[in-house]
């Protein structure tokens, strides 16, 4: 670019800018237009919300908030989530089971127990990415177990339903690897090139079946994203992902399922969707995929992904002499963790689900990476440096140990009533507990539990020293909060759900490790460039089917999709919002709660979660008798938490063996650093930590 193009180019940016604010300022006249009209038709004493948001194209919550006497009575708080009425207990708790490092021993805390807070409805998970203080709000309180045999009934498994070992063998999808921008397609050993026109669901359909008649299952897309092709034409990437997804295809229609896969219906997901297709006759299902779901590619040929595939596949039959490459990586994580349930001992039966109202809770209440980003006054508005410490592999770290069985309540009277050695045991053991924490008057560092914040899914973590605050939180994250290096936490409790110590996940992590381990040291040994490059994206494929995995064991209420012609727009369900509309159709998600999913364990989730987080803030290295994490860097020097990854001003020795867990020393800026104070400004000074690190060590 010249310097005239590029004065021109500025021209055309201003222009484009000038559009925008015109724009915004109609749009914000339209809506707030909209909102007195909703407030208008509210004043009809027969006016009901589940009417007038999908002609408002807003979710009924958002027609109640502004209009509160719309609220139906499906929004109430469930009678059976109320408050418990005990008197509050109290009792004392020594640091029995794992003390601080012997230079810095802390004194012994007190934990009192008392009565459980009053419930509210369930709320999701928290997001994935850090988040900057925001101007103080009303935080949204979380659900409790109800008093008596309603709550009791909580504790009770879901009736007929476990996790058992299947009795089939599961059958390999045909599959093919398509570079949507080049046209370029891998099948088996063959490469072919294609005409995709406007790469459309319908044009590559076309493409790949003209081109491999028969045959073809799935349709992994390496690149080109094309259900981004009309991005500019929608507010929201979800929107252009949806009317990709849902264009008419002649001859093919929306897939329903088939056999044992249940898996019906179009994913919509603004970077990884999945398009799943059947024949008119009902013959032929396929799907569309992105690659992205089992790693970050950058630029990699069709020909090296297929090859990361097979890779993976012969490492994954080292292991299981049945294993299957499913369509995602937390497909195939629970499956080939089915095929590990033992077919001896107590759970030779199977793993008992839990019921759907503590799963509910366990939703609600049991987050999953730490992400926060900790902005001035708390660190310097300039920083000396930018330091980006990554724990590789972390969450095989804390496998070895989890919850099984059937849970029992701890009420405060219970907890109050052991010795303080059988307090801190059951703190230490695989639990979820319900808290009032207080930080300490003279704590300097970052916040230990997290908190709910305002918002439908945000976590913080206090750290000012005074706060008081109530919580769920599991026993990896008390105990630290507990046996803290620097000052313990008052931790009060107020109820608890305590498991049995188990081990249903130690063989099937063993085994994706050393899976892992293997991929890692072909990568690092291979002579052939397009081999080592193979190895490495199969072990981030190991990665993910570990990560994702563990999340599917989660298993998040379910949402489900549908478009509705905008003349029946009263048809649009009472209870669905309105996700995106145009001139014909009004597309809506509801909520229908939890599946009967029998491999349903988010108590196994939340365990090491909470652990993955605690290890954030210290985690032992005993062959170096040595610690590593936040707590151990001075105050003031820790920037950011990014689930698994650390960003300080300072940096550390901390000792990396290339095991699951070790702190990876990722990036590392020279000041001084502009302090990030947004997402945006955090990723991309880790971009260049990264890049400048790598040019560091080529030099």
Partial sequence: MDAQSYSAALADLRTVRDQI????????????????????????????????????????????????????????????????????????????????????????????????????????????????????????????????????????????????????????????????????????????????????????????????????????????????????????????????????????????????????????????????????????????????????????????????FVLLWQALRRHWNDAVIMGSPSQTGRDLWTRTIPQRGKYADGFPVLSEELRGLLHATAGQGRNELITPPRVPEQLPRLVEYDRTFAYAKHTWKSPVGTPRRITAATFASWSEKEQMRALYGCGHWQVRVSVPDTWDHVGLLPAPAPGDRAWHYPAEPGTTFTTWAGGPEIHTALTNPLTPWKIEILDGILWEDGKPLDDWAKKLKETWTNLTAQAHFQGDPQQARAAHLASRAVRSILLYGIGAFAQRPRMITGTTPRTAERDVPADAEIIAFDDEHITWQKPTGFARDPNAHPEWAAAIWSSARAALLTQRHRDDDTYAGALHTPPGTVVAFRTDALYLTEAQHWPYHHQPGDYLLRGHLTGPVTAPTSEEQLLALRDAGRTALTTSQEH
């Fill in 21 to 308: 604010k015109r724009i915004r300022a109609a749009l914000m006249k339209q809506e707030a237009d909209r909102d007195k009209l909703i407030i208008q038709l509210a004043s009809y004493p027969k006016a009901k919300a589940e009417r007038i948001a999908p002609a408002a194209g807003l979710g009924v919550a958002d027609v109640v908030a502004l209009a509160p006497a719309l609220a139906p009575d499906s929004l109430a708080v469930n009678d059976a989530l109320q408050p418990a009425t005990a008197e509050p207990f109290t009792a004392k708790a020594t640091c029995e089971a794992a003390p601080p490092p012997p230079q810095q021993a802390a004194t012994a805390p007190t934990t009192t127990t008392a009565a459980a807070r009053p419930a509210q409805p369930a709320v999701p998970a928290e997001p994935a990415t850090p988040q900057a203080p925001t101007a103080p709000q009303t935080p949204r309180n979380l659900p409790s177990i109800p008093a008596g045999s309603s709550g009791d009934a909580w504790l009770a498994a879901t009736p007929g339903l476990a996790s058992t070992r299947p009795n089939f063998t599961q059958q390999a999808r045909s599959t093919v690897f398509l570079d949507a921008a080049t046209g370029v397609l891998v099948h088996r050993q063959q490469t072919h090139h294609l005409d995709l026109g406007n790469a459309t669901a319908a044009d590559i359909l076309t493409a790949v079946f003209h081109t491999i008649p028969e045959g073809v299952e799935r349709i992994y897309i390496t690149a080109g994203d094309p259900w981004h092709r009309d991005a500019d034409r929608y507010p929201y990437l979800r929107d252009a992902v949806a009317a990709w997804l849902n264009a008419p295809i002649p001859g093919w229609r929306t897939d329903t399922g088939r056999g044992r896969d249940r898996m019906a219906g179009h994913f919509v997901h603004a970077r990884n969707p999945v398009g799943r297709y059947q024949r008119d006759s009902g013959e032929q299902h396929v799907e569309i995929r992105s690659v992205g779901e089992w790693f970050d590619t950058d630029g990699d040929d069709p020909t090296v992904i297929r090859d990361a």
